[in-house]
């Protein structure tokens, strides 16, 4: 084992993906996270 | 706006400056100090062993009294009229359809207020724009629709976001109900499995928001607005997405010295934290990892880690990498 040279990017991803605080996959409609998101980035990385 | 003259005169006047500066220093101080942060800040302190209903309680509460905001913005409205160089000494909170001011920073909650303009509103729903998603916090928030302006809002339930969240079940997202808001009404909207939409507003809404910090699901959930489906998910921590980015290039700097503090980071609250951290550790120095990654694969609480362990340890006991290993 001590001699393996493990590739991280050979490492399998989770099923569930989860990408970097604060981003978004598509535009919201509009309401709840538009309204939230910003704020709840402010106060958690206060 | 501020252009030509206006401008030119004040940047080269360095007096004119300091007093500007001075004057948002002391609506920031008068602010702090002042009777309506204190009641605030009193509030939020006395609420013992505090959870997220608790905490939104509590807001709840003071938000039935309003008369702050309007001599809030009034004292605003007259420095600024006094001098348009003064800007609002408060952080701001931005988005496409919200412009407001960060007015109350705890670390149980932060209340902003601010405006969304029925323009804005339309601008959002009008503009071009390809797939659209329904969005879910992942915590709870108090609204305060001071002017509702005519609002219609529907709402839309998901299941429970937990520690334990997969892709696979996240069901989808379901419409609840619409109706329109009126003046001074309170929302609590759990983000945790809530979410509201802004259908359409008759004119501009001034809306108080508590996001609320205790208990909040480690996710921020999309689903899409017309299929109803999962499309994806985000940390709602950046502390997580920093935890990721270092031990990265911890990594990538072969920083054996390290190793201690990333297999603490293994027992994280967050299941996408926990692997992240294995990879890299396995990149690190693998025969370290290896016995995390057999307590992963046979006892981590989110099925993800411990299916994406299994599948390297199996991986690493095959025929051929034995061969390879020896």
Not at chain 2, 109 to 136: E, H, M, N
Not at chain 2, 182 to 202: C, T
Request: aromatic share 8%; proline share 5%.
């Amino acid at each position: 084992m001590d001699n393996f040279r493990i590739m991280v990017e050979e490492l399998p991803e989770l099923e569930t993906e989860v990408a970097v605080s604060g981003s978004v996959r598509q535009q919201e409609v509009g309401g709840g996270v538009c309204l939230f998101i910003a704020l709840g980035g402010l106060i958690f990385s206060a | 706006m501020i252009v030509g003259k206006d401008v030119k005169t004040w940047i080269s006047d360095r007096p004119r400056q300091r007093a500007t500066l001075a004057d948002m220093a002391a609506f920031a101080r008068d602010w702090e100090q002042g009777a309506v942060h204190r009641r605030f800040r009193e509030a939020f302190d006395s609420i013992e062993a505090p959870t997220a209903e608790k905490v939104a309680d509590t807001a709840s509460a003071l938000f039935a009294d309003e008369s702050w905001v309007d001599a809030l913005i009034d004292g605003l409205a007259a420095r600024m009229r006094a001098d348009p160089f003064f800007d609002p000494p408060f952080r701001q909170h931005r988005t496409d359809i919200y412009d407001g001011l960060l007015v109350f920073e705890h670390e149980l909650v932060s209340i902003a207020a601010g405006v969304s303009t029925a323009a804005q509103l339309a601008a959002k729903k009008t503009a071009p724009r390809g797939p659209t998603s329904v969005g879910f916090t992942g915590h709870l928030g108090v609204f305060k629709y001071v002017k509702a302006g005519g609002a219609l809002l529907s709402f839309w339930e998901v299941p429970p976001i937990t520690a334990g969240f997969t892709a696979a079940d996240a069901g989808q997202c379901v419409r609840t109900g619409e109706r329109e808001i009126a003046d001074g009404e309170i929302l609590v909207i759990d983000g945790r499995h809530q979410s509201f939409v802004i259908e359409r507003a008759r004119s501009n809404l001034v809306i108080l928001q508590a996001t609320i910090a205790p208990d909040r699901a480690p996710l921020c959930v999309e689903y899409d607005s017309a299929s109803r489906g999962f499309v994806g998910c985000s940390a709602t921590h950046d502390t997580s997405s920093r935890i990721q980015m270092i031990t990265t290039l911890l990594r990538k700097l072969d920083c054996d010295a390290a190793l201690p503090a990333m297999v603490d980071l293994l027992d994280h609250p967050d299941f996408f934290v926990r692997w992240h951290v294995m990879k890299e550790l396995l990149g690190l120095d693998a025969g370290a990892a290896l016995p995390h990654l057999r307590r992963m694969a046979a006892s981590d609480p989110h099925p993800d880690p411990r299916r994406a362990a299994r599948a390297v340890l199996d991986r690493f006991e095959a025929p051929a990498a034995k061969r390879q290993a020896a």
